[in-house]
Nanobody, 128 residues
Framework: QVQPVESGGGLVQAGGSLRLSCAAS????????IGWFRQAPGKEREFVAR????????YYADSVKGRFTISRDNAKNTVYLQMNRLKPEDTAVYYC?????????????????????WGQGTQVTVSS
């Protein structure tokens, strides 16, 4: 079993940067694909980024492409989300989640129902 724990959230001005971390216990963490999602008040949870177990494939929502970078260090059981050029619309609770299935046919990016384990979230607030 894998228990993800997010950290690194906070308050930042528009145009600034934050790096979120998703750390997990369990020897099998490195076998999981990890996704980042976010949920703003009154909105549904939405996909942000995803990385496969060895980092050979990464995926991004159009809204963050070119500004956010997902990476992982399996030796540290940690996945990172580097967020640059932040905008007020990036304000949300950010969640990481683990998916035991790394690859989907047609290079499909799965929605949140595919993920097996979820963290509790970390708040990111971007002021204008």
């Amino acid at each position: 079993q894998v228990q993800p724990v997010e950290s690194g959230g906070g308050l930042v001005q528009a145009g600034g940067s934050l790096r979120l971390s998703c750390a997990a216990s369990g020897r099998t963490f490195s076998a999981y694909a990890i996704g980042w999602f976010r949920q703003a008040p009154g909105k549904e949870r939405e996909f942000v980024a995803r990385i496969t177990w060895n980092g050979d494939s990464t995926y991004y929502a159009d809204s963050v492409k070119g500004r956010f970078t997902i990476s992982r260090d399996n030796a540290k059981n940690t996945v990172y989300l580097q967020m640059n050029r932040l905008k007020p619309e990036d304000t949300a609770v950010y969640y990481c989640a683990a998916d035991r299935r790394n690859y989907y046919s047609g290079d499909l990016v799965p929605d949140n129902s595919a993920y097996d384990y979820w963290g509790q979230g970390t708040q990111v607030t971007v002021s204008s």
